[in-house]
Every structure is written in C-alpha cells, then in structure tokens.
C-alpha cells in the first residue's frame, strides 16, 4: 500500500509559477511510475506528466516546456513546476502512484490561474 499527498496548489495570476509536491510513504516497488494528472470542471483527468524511478520523464505534448516533473528518491517526494501558467491550466491537480497493475491516487489539490 502506498499513500499520496498533494500539496502546493492555490491561486496564481496568468504567467504566474507554482511548484507541486506529492508526498508519498508505504511500501515501493522497486520500478514504479510517479505522475501528475489534472481534472478541470466539466473535462476528463489527463495526463501530465510521468516519470520513472530512473528519472525517465513524459510529458502531455501540449505542456512540454512550461512543466517539469522531478523526483527526490531519498525523501519519496514528486514535483511539478509549473511555469507560465495560463487559465486554462486550472484543474484539479492529483499525483498517481503506478506499479505494474497497482495504482493509487492522492486526494488532489486545486491550481486557479486568474487574475
């Protein structure tokens, strides 16, 4: 069992920067995938970002460039910095635990971009 939590999100202008953390604990498989999803009101959860234990990232196309994915492996934290953010970056932000069929979710945190 692995737990997630999200933190970072709250209220940012248009052009605006944010850096997401997701916090996890439990017991790790050795070859998993951390990620970041994003739910906007009205729209399905898409991906992010992913990463692996290596440090292998993949990105939406749409956001290659102003995203960025990273993971501390000595504290089991997982990052998004995000960067010129615009509005239609609002969602719900949520961090994705993956190991072979195993998957698990934080509670997920709220990015607003708006002036």
């Known amino acids: 069992q692995v737990q997630l939590v999200e933190s970072g999100g709250g209220l940012v202008q248009p052009g605006g920067s944010l850096r997401l953390s997701c916090a996890a604990s439990g017991n790790f498989g050795r070859f998993n995938v951390m990620g970041w999803y994003r739910q906007a009101p009205g729209k399905e959860r898409e991906m992010v970002a992913a990463?692996?234990?290596?440090?292998?990232?993949h990105y939406a196309d749409a956001l290659k460039g102003r995203f960025t994915i990273s993971r501390d492996s000595a504290k089991n934290t997982t990052y998004l910095q995000m960067d010129n953010l615009k509005p239609e970056d609002t969602a719900v932000y949520y961090c994705n635990y993956r190991y072979g069929q195993y998957e698990t979710w934080g509670q997920g945190t709220q990015v607003t971009v708006s002036s």
């Open positions: 990463i692996t234990m290596i440090g292998n990232a």
